[in-house]
């Protein structure tokens, strides 16, 4: 693997995390693995940092398991399938639970893993041409570490046939199902990525990141007294805290807040 096989870059507030692996449509491997665990952990503690973009070079955004790493792992016994899983889901957690909002721009083909990557980001912009398909069984596999990413996206019932089936679906369906949230012409991805990135950067730092843990503490829980609790705390935590405070006064004072 070359040094530029994951290539970042930031712009003001935004980091640009780049698949640099078109010869291999940006199939990733356990070096591959390693890196976008560190740059979603460095960019996650990075200050300067407020939103982070996933994309990729190349025809197809992520091909899911590098041909070269599947060959290697055909011989590896069941403790080292166990410790090869377990990096592949720990970067998945990584980017799902960065405490920075993350934008997927996808310019082309998602296969397998590569679904993971996309399922894991905050928000989602595809080209129409894009296709996507949960490939796993055809090649006698479950796509199991991607799972609890891709089913909060699709819902159980679409898994059931998406993951069954290993159909292709395209872009207006992966909207439909919830994978994606915008599909955009081509020449119109990098604008509408940007307009998001923009919206991501001008809104208070810490409340974007209180929201992100707030999505993933309620949903799927049962409405309950202990939940319930914790989301007064969490408007309350949030209305004492100093971008809290600055916010709302701000607001009443038709003024721009400092984190602007």
């Not at 640099?20 to 390693?34: L, Q, S, T, Y």
């Amino acid at each position: 693997m070359t040094e530029q096989a994951i290539r970042i870059s930031t712009q003001g507030h935004v980091a640009t995390v780049t698949l640099n692996r078109p010869e291999v449509r940006n199939a990733f491997n356990d070096e591959v693995i390693a890196e976008l665990t560190e740059a979603f952990v460095r960019l996650g503690d990075a200050p300067e940092v407020r939103a982070i973009v996933l994309m990729a070079e190349g025809k197809a955004f992520c091909a899911g398991a590098d041909l070269n790493w599947m060959r290697r792992m055909a011989d590896y016994s069941r403790d080292e399938n166990l410790a090869d899983a377990e990096k592949l889901a720990f970067m998945l957690r990584t980017l799902y639970e960065c405490p920075k909002p993350t934008i997927a721009r996808v310019q082309g083909d998602v296969y397998a893993g590569g679904l993971g990557l996309v399922a894991a980001c905050d928000v989602v912009v595809s080209v129409p041409t894009a296709h996507f398909c949960v490939s796993e069984v055809k090649l006698g596999l479950i796509p199991a570490t991607i799972s609890p990413y891709l089913i909060r996206a699709i819902g159980p019932r679409a898994a059931h046939r998406y993951f069954l089936t290993a159909e292709r679906f395209d872009a207006d369906e992966a909207h439909r199902l919830g994978l994606v949230h915008e599909v955009v012409p081509a020449d119109q991805l990098d604008a509408k990525v940007g307009e998001l990135a923009n919206a991501l950067t001008t809104n208070s730092p810490n409340a974007v990141r209180e929201c992100k843990k707030l999505v993933h503490e309620v949903a799927y829980h049962n409405i309950s007294r202990l939940l319930i609790e914790r989301t007064v705390e969490g408007i309350a935590d949030i209305r004492a805290s100093d971008e809290g405070k600055e916010g709302v006064q701000s607001f009443l004072q038709k003024r721009k807040a400092r984190w602007l």
